[in-house]
């Protein structure tokens, strides 16, 4: 009887849950078919229900990005405003142009704000954290806080550290040995980002932290890594199918991967809070802003530093030109005497100012900013967008916008020096100012 009553009552709950996944299963043809009236917004025709859009999964598959993904997009098409994306279930609408970033950027807050979409699945490590939180005078003072008790503005010392630590491990390396290259700037990026927020004596600290690994074995490990690992457990266990269709089953942390991940980011800011000794504002919402900041710079710092390389192999005449420099200025040389290696020589390097720059044009650590969403129905570019509807200002439009940029595909370091033929394009001005300062403004307001 026990579980016919059992039956009976899951039994009254299934039409409503049938109902709701068919209306999510309909929507995104629902938003599809709306913003195909556009001329200025992509939609992509490759769709399915279970992964959604195609076009990211095939450019992947076939050895491309997803930087490549938009960057096609904005080339075939400079009249581009927006693109739909849809993403297993979410749907977000990529802002492309200047124009329609201007015009974004303009609504907000009163209309568009920063969302909390995701806040309890891939933004669970820091959900309260001042990213998923709408303007308000909080806000603000939440935000002038982290910003106040971290050296973040000045992490030149670190810098040179940083120098001196890749100078050490890559003499270890062996000529035909193989290098994960990414992995060891993933991790040095870590090092480093945790040494800027907390301090050198971070990576030391004998303070550790319980782990539970995927045996479900539980580690004592160092706080460094536990940040690490949790970020990347967010990252993997927020990719699976079942996670983007059914969300309630992360966010709820029901079974494994998510119940463990819950107990180790329990764990985690537990250590975290062990460490930190801030009053200003409350102890949690310390924590969630200190690994908010963590979180952003995993898979971003290491992105940057990679592409150098790589941009810098690909142009062999920009390398020679780097290397001629950095012997100039004294830079190679003092590398083996941290004394000698001090921000201002570093600062007279104006190429690898206009070489760092130009890799983050083209290569940009994140290609969008935070969630945004739609609070009410809004009229961007002549596009009728509704209300709830996730946006991102996505930089690739800016970036390779050929009426900004002479020959966007090109690496040409050369395009932010200010006496180079480079330096400006025909009838737009000073592209510092329409699309760089824009940029800085835009992540200052995420």
Partial sequence: MEKMRQLITISKYCPKVLLLVAM????????????????????????????????????????????????????????????????YSGIWLHVYTPRAIRETVALVPDKIDRSDYEKFSFGKLCPYSFERQR?????????????????????????????????????????????????????????????????SDFMESPLKCPYIDENNRTKNISLPQAILNISTDLDESYSYPISQHLPVINEKSLGNPYKRDKKNIEQTQKSLANYLKIKEISEEQVIEDYLNVIDAADDTLD???????????????????????????GITAAIDDISELTADKLSDCDYLTYVIKE??????????????????????????????????????????????????????????????EYFLKPGTGNHNKITVKMMLEIHWHS
């Fill in 135 to 199: 303007t308000s005078k909080e806000w603000k003072i939440r935000k002038e806080a982290i910003l106040k008790h971290t050296p973040l503005k000045k992490p030149s010392d670190h810098i040179l550290m940083m120098l001196q630590k890749i100078k050490y491990e890559s003499s270890k390396w062996e000529v035909d040995q193989p290098i994960d290259i990414i992995l060891f700037f993933n991790n040095l990026s870590l090092d480093m980002v945790c040494m800027t927020l907390f301090g």
């Fill in 303 to 329: 992105i940057c530093l990679v592409s150098c390389l790589f941009r810098l192999k690909q142009n062999s005449h920009v390398h020679r030109k780097l290397v001629e420099e950095l012997k100039s200025c």
């Fill in 359 to 420: 890799c983050l044009r083209m290569d940009p650590s994140s290609i969008c900013t935070a969630p945004y969403m739609t609070y009410e129905d809004v009229e961007i570019c002549g596009v009728r967008i509704p209300a709830k509807m996730n946006l991102v200002l996505n930089f690739i439009g800016c970036h390779y916008n050929s009426d900004q940029w002479h020959e966007p595909t090109r690496f040409i370091p050369e395009r932010f020096d200010p006496s180079s």
């Fill in 24 to 87: 999510k299963l309909y929507y995104p043809y629902m938003m599809k078919k709306w913003f195909r009236q556009y001329k200025n917004v992509a939609v992509c025709e490759d769709f399915n229900l279970i992964y959604g859009d195609q076009d990211r999964r095939k450019m992947i598959n076939n050895g491309g990005t997803e930087i490549q993904m938009h960057v096609d997009g904005v080339l075939e098409n400079k009249e581009l405003d927006f693109k739909l994306e849809i993403y």
